[in-house]
């Protein structure tokens, strides 16, 4: 039986299955990148930037399909989805309009001769997608690398699988050569084999630490240039001088995003001074009033976590917490209906020796801290093996930032939760993982900047 199938997480049924990959298809897939990647490294900016708008109007025109399609797959909110399918657009458009102009030779001040970076391709890159962002994660990945010159051969989450197979046809759709973007349909197991190709000269995963370990040590084994964008457990901090109530709408509704499947998920909220209790109140509230339901009904604000598995590991590490000595404040349990829902919950009381508070929640659940200072919302922030994202709430914002400049993750957002943007850079720090998806800096990972120096034979250098 295939791995690679829909299961609708809001019925558990099996909605559409897929055969996996052979090896034969597999190579003549990695051949054809590679050979596509000979004329497209050669194509015009302009030609690839007409793919890629192409690409984003398609997408637009879509947006309804790819975003029930979402739901479907992997039971995210439909105006979530359809949020999602145009910022995917929004970031093919970034590129195609800004390609250009970030990859032009750059000088570099010398005192002999001329001296410049060439930006240059460098050939068929493997992208490694998860499921919680099912177009955007592939977007992230593609439109920065095909706009570049590189052909991309995605892998993405077995549990998503049209989400993968309309994104090729959507490429095929605008015009794309065969070759510059295709799909792999694979097992995570089949990964490193693939890696491994000569053909492929560049990876990215991401995902859960323990893939992005697997894959980064197989990458640096073939001595391959790899970017890893991993889990996180997000710090929130809301400080002595925050609009409680406006930090907890904030905090929840973040939290609740996506039914908590966020890499960047506001996980730990950091109460400084003594609202911990007035926070823990307002947040319960809230909660309790959350809608659960189908995520195509526009009436639902909770719809089901991705699977039955997702649901039960999350449980799991809720049960342990709470046998741990953690106060379990709301939920925490199944919701009695078909389909993987869970109730939204409220841990606090979870001490630094507890798995729970080491470890990323993959579900609605909001852990809350309450801390003296400001020091030790810090200390706590930093507590963790992750350094993915964060937020400071407060009114004074001159004071947010410095805390912000003290938290050790790769994103930091004040009075606000993950604010993603085209042109804002995407990435952590610590095991969260490294290099940068989006923005000026998500086009240079995998191209080679080449030194060209120029100067006369008889020039002393
Ligand atoms: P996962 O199990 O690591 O899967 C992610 C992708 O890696 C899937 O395509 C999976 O394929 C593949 N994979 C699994 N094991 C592999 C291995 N040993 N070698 C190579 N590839 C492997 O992650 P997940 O649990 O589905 O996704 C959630 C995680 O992703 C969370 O930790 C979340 O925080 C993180 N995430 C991070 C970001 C970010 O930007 N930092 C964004 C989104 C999500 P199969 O589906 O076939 O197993």
Known sequence: ??????????TNKVEKEFEEMNDQQIQSIIAEADKAFQTWRKTSFKKRAEL????ATIMREKKDLLGKLCSIEMGKLLSEGI????????????????????????????????????????????????????????????????????????????NVPQAAEIMEKIFAEAGAPKGVYTNLFVPGSKVSQILADPRIKGASL?????????????AGKH?????????????????????????????????????????????RIIVVGDAANEFIAKATAL????????PLDPATQLAPLSSEKAVADVIKQVEKAVSQGADLILGGKRIDRPG??????????????????????????LVIYAVKDVDEAVELANGTDFGLGGTVFGTNVDKAVEVARRIDTGMVYINHVTGIAPELPFGGT????????????????????????????????
């Open 1 to 10: 039986m295939s791995s690679i199938k829909t299961v609708n997480p809001t």
């Open 52 to 55: 890629l708008h192409k690409v």
């Open 83 to 158: 949020g999602e399918v145009q910022l995917s657009a929004d970031i093919f458009d970034y590129y195609a309009d800004n390609g250009e102009k970030l990859l032009a030779d750059q000088p570099l001040e010398t005192p002999t001769g001329k001296a410049f970076l060439s930006y240059q391709p460098i050939g068929v890159l493997l992208s490694v997608q998860p499921w919680n962002f099912p177009f955007y994660q592939i977007t992230r990945s593609a439109a920065p690398n095909i706009m570049a010159g590189n052909t991309v051969v995605l892998k993405h989450a077995s």
């Open 206 to 218: 991401t995902g859960s630490e323990a893939a992005g370990s697997s894959f980064a040590s197989m």
């Open 223 to 267: 001595i391959k240039k790899s970017t890893l964008e991993l889990g996180g457990s997000d710090p929130f901090i809301v400080m002595p001088d925050a609009d409680i109530d406006k930090a907890v709408k904030t905090a929840a509704e973040g939290r609740l995003w996506n039914a908590g499947q966020v890499c960047v998920s506001p996980k």
């Open 287 to 294: 909660f309790e009033r959350v809608v659960v339901g189908d």
């Open 340 to 365: 993987a829902f869970m109730e939204p919950t409220i841990l606090t009381n979870v001490k630094k020796y507890m798995d729970a508070f080491s470890e990323e929640i993959f579900g609605p659940v």
């Open 430 to 461: 610590k095991n969260s993982g490294y290099g940068r998806e989006q923005s000026p800096a998500g086009i240079y990972e995998f191209v080679n900047a080449k030194l060209i120096r120029v100067t006369t034979p008889d020039a002393a250098y």
